[in-house]
């Protein structure tokens, strides 16, 4: 399998909702985007959630059908439904909107 998110930072615990989307999502069969947090920035994938595993001490990620896997802390939105990074996206698009004095 190939290893989709290799960020080298440590696995946040997520709030068991997003699990519950996943959970939800796999149990439909149901096919759409993942955009996750990556070492270029921000990454998009797309496919069917076959599993969410966990991998001694690099955290949980979802299994998708083309043999990717995502962290599931990175996840900014998973078939369009907010993910555990949500938030985070939401700091860094506004922090890169300051950052440029918000003009065009």
């Known amino acids: 399998m190939k290893l989709s998110t290799e960020i080298e930072t440590s696995y946040s615990p997520v709030a068991w909702d997003y699990r519950e989307v996943i959970e939800n999502e796999k149990i439909k069969g149901a096919t759409g985007k993942v955009f996750y947090f990556c ?19 690099k955290g949980l990620f979802i299994v998708l059908d083309n043999d990717h896997q995502i962290r599931i802390d ?18 860094f698009s506004n922090s890169c909107m300051e950052c440029h004095g918000g003009d065009n």
Do not use: H, V
């Not at 990454?43 to 959630?49: F, L, S, T, V």
């Not at 990175?74 to 369009?80: A, N, Q, R, V």
């Open 74 to 91: 990175l996840i900014i939105t998973l078939f369009g439904k907010p993910g555990a990074a949500y938030d985070k996206y939401d700091a």
């Open 39 to 57: 070492q270029e920035g921000i990454c998009e994938d797309q496919g069917r959630i076959l599993d969410l595993i966990e991998i001694d001490s």
